[in-house]
């Protein structure tokens, strides 16, 4: 171990983010947790949980293709264009209704994410590119992608944000939001949408197998620590911050202190099914006590 990583160590972690690839991960991280918190609102309520994992599973494709011709720079608009394609097919199956639609999601995502297997296979080093996209690269962000990340995740936020309305009256009343005028398929393209940018902000920093725990374990958590709506979305933003400022400086100091390679994004997602897991336990007794 370096004499500068020992004392970077001794110090504690206000020095060791202050390393410019720390910085910019946690910053990632941040952002990351802002966008998740609000948009990860609707799809706690609307339950599209699976919904989230088939648009994680078909960004893969974009990934690999925008890759392939565009290089780094590629990536984000191959991945855009996979995931907002994605965002509307899934939409137009959850329409569709019946008990096939759910069955045609799977068919897609699993199609199409086995098609991104196949053409990231067919290049030099695959194996290399492939872990790299589903386990990410949270400390080598650059800081093109993080002002990339930064721009696709505010477009999430705004595309809540201008249907807030209707997103609202959608996930509590269905029904009562299309009589009041609010136009059902609308709503959920926008909410597709903003869930398919999110996907491509947090893929490139998490990758495709992690970026579904940010989605969908923070605000989860938070319905387990509170019942107050006002709180959900400043708890599920707030989990995520602890679980990526611990997971960071925990992979740093295993990193360099114990000589082990850890993957920072791995420990963040594991961090954050750890809370959950504490909030869970902890609302059986509160339950009890209540039944009692």
Do not use: C, K, N
């Not at 609102?41 to 699976?50: D, G, T």
């Not at 009041?180 to 940018?197: E, Q, T």
């Not at 969908?216 to 979305?233: E, N």
């Amino acid at each position: 171990m370096t004499e500068l990583a020992t004392a970077l160590l001794a110090h504690g972690p206000a020095e060791v983010f202050a390393l410019p690839f720390m910085w910019r991960a946690l910053l990632t991280v941040v952002i990351l947790a802002v966008a998740a918190g609000v948009v990860g609102l609707f799809i706690s309520f609307r339950e599209l949980e699976f919904v989230s994992d088939g648009l994680v599973h078909a960004v893969f494709p974009g990934l690999v293709i925008g890759a392939a011709l565009g290089g780094t720079a590629g990536v984000l608009p191959g991945a855009v264009v996979a995931a907002i394609a994605a965002a509307i097919l899934f939409t137009v199956l959850e329409h569709r209704g019946g008990v096939g639609a759910d069955a045609a999601i799977a068919v897609v995502l699993t199609g199409l994410f086995s098609l991104g297997i196949v053409l990231v296979s067919r290049q030099e080093g695959y194996v290399s590119q492939l872990q790299e996209l589903l386990f990410g690269r949270l400390l080598t962000v650059t800081d093109a992608q993080l002002w990339q990340i930064l721009v696709v995740a505010v477009a999430a936020i705004l595309v809540v944000a201008l249907s807030w309305r209707a997103q609202l009256f959608r996930a509590f009343d269905a029904a009562g939001a299309e009589a009041a005028g609010f136009r059902p398929l609308a709503a959920d393209l926008a909410l597709g949408i903003s869930v398919a940018l999110l996907v491509v902000a947090g893929v490139q920093a998490l990758g495709v197998l992690m970026v579904l725990a940010l989605l969908t374990v923070p605000m989860a958590a938070a319905r387990l620590i509170s019942r107050r709506f006002a709180l959900l979305i400043p708890i599920a933003i707030l989990l995520p911050l602890a679980a990526g400022v611990a997971g960071l400086w925990l992979s740093f100091e295993w990193s360099v202190g114990a000589g082990a390679t850890v993957s920072p994004g791995a420990v963040v997602v594991l961090l954050l099914v750890a809370g959950y897991a504490v909030a869970a336990l902890t609302r059986i007794p509160r339950r009890r006590a209540a039944r009692a």
